[in-house]
């Protein structure tokens, strides 16, 4: 059972408030992630202020990856006179003890009532090869992006399915939550939320492969803007398919594997829109987050051409097309079973080329309106407009029988509106003509 002195410390560091404690560990920036035992469960989090303050036989293990830095305060001296110590491994634990003093376990024995920590420079969170696969990422690599803190669990802030022979994104996985900065993790089931591990650490994909950068895709788009009015009539970007913070920044030194061009209108329009809508709703409701691409853009053949040509950038070694559809499946297994009808895929037309966007290509029938929160909001009100980015709904079992790496927990062959093994065509071109039907 949790005592009562550790619940005050857990509610201080949530709220930002400082207790008087026997011993307190002074943080710098760049900060280390911190993590305790709660309960029967352990927690990792980031200190809200700038100080943590620990009682008589409490502790509290830090970690960075970049390495640990931490400054004695030596009672004879001013704190000015502190020396950096810098500590050979990223992950430590430091305790308080009987008389009121700081030590770190197997490094350091108690020396002051006073600790300064920080890191090396800023944490990041390292690409790892997963022992346990995504769903229906059977065929790719799973790869998971997260931090080790070593005897008290992993810190894994997204799960990638990954094409290496054709060095494509099927989908990244995440969670969804309005706490995101604190996560607590059930030693009783060993798992994360995502259900993947940190199982052997991999380099950069960068070091071995060419990607596209933002510089290179900018001077190939102005180049391409000099022979054709492509991208004269519409501005693109290439950016990260996760577009939300504070995500988008912790897996910053990661955006080569999630950029993708993206119709600059949705992207700061309808698509903001619902990740504003996402964000409230998380207040409450948690959410694991699959999301991806699906088919390539396309402008309607010009006169005296019956082929529609593919919207894509290219350079000397390496050329990217732009996907004709982004998604995200939101599914809330952490939500009461009456809530299980609230899972639903949000798809957005990622093409200014299509003069009648609709959901026929994935679905009967847009759901969207189904789901209160949704429809209540903003993304509800604008996401038919064209103009806007057309944005649609349809349930997960639908999208399942388009989209060959949906990652539906179920078997697709039992969820084909037929009852027959539906095939379907993942490289399949979205044919996006200026005809095309409602």
């Excluded at 494509?168 to 607590?184: D, H, R």
């Excluded at 190939?220 to 920044?249: I, V, Y």
């Excluded at 005296?304 to 593919?310: K, L, P």
């Amino acid at each position: 059972m949790m005592s009562h002195i550790t619940l005050i410390y857990l509610l201080a560091i949530a709220t930002g408030c400082e207790v008087i404690s026997a011993c307190q560990l002074d943080i710098l920036s760049p900060a280390p992630l911190f993590a305790q035992n709660f309960g029967s469960k352990k927690i990792i989090f980031k200190a809200q202020a700038s100080a943590i303050h620990l009682d008589i036989g409490e502790s509290v293990t830090a970690y960075c990856s970049s390495g640990l830095v931490y400054k004695k305060r030596d009672e004879r001296y001013s704190y000015n006179n502190k020396i950096d110590q810098v500590l050979s491994s990223n992950t430590a634990e430091f305790n308080c003890d009987e008389n009121n003093q700081i030590g770190i376990k197997g490094i350091l024995s108690a020396f002051s009532t006073q600790m300064t920590i920080l890191c090396g420079s800023k944490t990041n969170y390292d690409l790892y090869e997963s022992k346990t696969l995504l769903p229906n990422c059977e065929n790719y690599m799973t790869y998971a992006v997260g931090a080790p803190i070593q005897t008290v669990a992993s810190d894994i802030k997204a799960g990638i399915c990954y094409d290496l022979d054709y060095l494509k994104l099927k989908f990244v996985s995440f969670v969804a939550q309005s706490n995101g900065e604190a996560i607590v993790l059930d030693e009783k089931n060993n798992l994360n939320e995502l259900s993947i591990d940190l199982g052997q650490k991999v380099r950069s994909l960068q070091t071995y492969f060419p990607f596209m950068s933002q510089d290179t895709f900018n001077a190939a788009r102005d180049k391409l803007r000099k022979s054709q009015t492509l991208f004269d009539a519409f501005e693109f970007d290439f950016t990260s398919l996760l577009q939300d913070e504070p995500l988008k920044s912790q897996l910053e030194s990661h955006a080569y594997i999630f950029n993708t061009i993206w119709w600059r209108q949705l992207r700061q329009h309808n698509w903001r829109h619902f990740l504003d809508a996402l964000k409230e709703r998380t207040r409450s409701v948690k959410y694991l987050v699959h999301m991806g691409t699906y088919g390539n853009m396309t402008i309607p053949p010009a006169r005296g051409n019956c082929e529609q040509e593919i919207v894509a950038v290219h350079t000397d070694s390496i050329a990217i097309s732009a996907p004709a559809y982004i998604w995200a499946y939101l599914k809330s297994p952490f939500s009461a079973d009456e809530e299980k009808n609230d899972d639903i895929v949000v798809i957005a037309h990622n093409s200014p080329y299509v003069t009648n966007p609709t959901h026929d290509e994935f679905c009967e029938l847009d759901v969207c309106d189904e789901i209160e929160w949704l429809k209540n909001s903003t993304f509800g009100n604008l996401r038919r407009l064209p103009t806007l980015g057309y944005m649609f709904c349809c349930r997960p079992e639908d999208v399942a029988l388009i989209i060959d790496y949906f990652p539906i927990q179920e078997d697709k062959s039992k969820i084909t509106k037929s009852g027959e093994v539906e095939q379907t065509n993942a490289n399949k071109t979205v044919e996006l003509s200026s005809s095309q039907p409602n």
